[in-house]
């Protein structure tokens, strides 16, 4: 009763305001719209919400929501529903297999960004970081440098993250391929979960701006988006070309869990999450569209046709279309 009381009183107070056109009166003018939670892989942090999230709420008037972080971390946490979400994009599509088949059955691949050395312009070692940025030095003594033990590099972890799991994997690729000496491997990356390296992904790249770090692992679209320095690496070390599979299956990880993976192409998938909302639908419409397209690849993504992932029966009805 006390709660019927004091809702009663409100009312009665907006109707003064309104009577005295302190406030507007509710018209489909300005009846709030449906809001859509998207949780996200730590990368796509600023092209979510500085670029897509907010042309997403110009373009439709909906509200956008977006929380992040490593995807099978955010994932596992959806599964629990540790967070709420209506859409997931991650990095692979692994980490959304995750939510299947109680929160999903589908998802769309639809951009890759390769991965990238990032470094401190400031570092002690610029100077050689930067020979081998512009080609004057080869890039194997990239590893060379990253073995030092002086050295500060950074990376994500790979038991959360898939972009953990593909800087180690390229490191083995490297290793190999240049034919430096296996021991190499332990001295850049230590323990899968190091202490002394692994950060958030949401964090590492502050961290490299502030000094905190020489070097870490990086995708193309956030080095551009942060005005990043960075050494490109060879699309068969940089786990965006689909068509690389083949050589990013060849390195392999044992995470925490004892669990055994290989490397694949990191792909930005998409999918609903539970019961599809109009919301859902129409973020991932506008996403997959041309306005997002052109909003991904100025952030430094490759944006190809989507691919399904799944079951097509799964997928929305107004959604099927983007796939042939």
């Known amino acids: 009763m006390p709660r019927i009381h004091a809702l009663m009183a409100a009312i009665g107070v907006l109707g003064v305001l309104w009577a005295s056109g302190s406030i507007a009166p509710v018209t489909m003018a300005n009846v709030q719209h449906g809001s859509v939670n998207v949780a996200y892989a730590g990368s796509l942090e600023d092209v979510n919400n500085l670029?897509?999230?907010?042309?997403?709420e110009k373009a439709t008037g909906d509200t956008y929501q977006g929380q992040g972080g490593g995807s099978f971390g955010v994932a596992h946490e959806i599964a629990s529903h540790a967070i709420l979400a209506n859409v997931f994009e991650s990095i692979g599509y692994a980490p959304i297999q995750v939510l299947e088949p109680k929160d999903t059955d589908w998802a769309f691949s639809f951009a890759a960004s390769p991965l990238v050395v990032a470094y401190n312009p400031h570092s002690p070692f610029a100077g050689e970081l930067n020979a081998i940025r512009q080609g004057k030095k080869p890039l194997k003594d990239l590893f060379l440098l990253m073995a030092q033990p002086n050295f500060h590099l950074g990376r994500t972890n790979p038991n959360t993250d898939p972009q953990g799991q593909a800087f180690a994997m390229m490191v083995q690729l490297a290793i190999h391929h240049y034919h430096l000496p296996p021991r190499?491997?332990?001295?850049?990356?230590?323990?899968?979960?190091n202490p002394h390296e692994v950060y958030s992904e949401e964090g590492i790249l502050t961290l490299l701006q502030s000094g905190g770090l020489d070097a870490s692992s990086a995708f193309l679209s956030e080095a551009k988006e942060r005005h990043?320095?960075?050494?490109?690496?060879?699309?068969?070390?940089?786990?965006?070309?689909?068509?690389?599979k083949p050589v990013y299956h060849q390195a392999s990880l044992t995470l925490a869990n004892h669990h055994t993976i290989h490397g694949e192409a990191l792909t930005v998938d998409i999918t609903t999450v539970g019961k599809p909302t109009p919301q859902a639908i129409q973020?991932?419409?506008?996403?997959?569209?041309p306005q997002g397209a052109r909003l991904m690849r100025r952030a430094g993504y490759t944006v190809f046709r989507p691919q399904l992932n799944g079951q097509l029966a799964k997928v929305p009805a107004s959604l099927r279309s983007f796939v042939r």
């Open 51 to 56: 670029e897509i999230g907010p042309a997403f």
């Open 184 to 193: 190499l491997i332990g001295q850049i990356l230590g323990p899968l979960d």
């Open 228 to 244: 990043l320095d960075y050494i490109s690496l060879p699309p068969w070390l940089n786990f965006a070309d689909p068509k690389d």
């Open 283 to 289: 973020f991932i419409r506008f996403v997959l569209g």
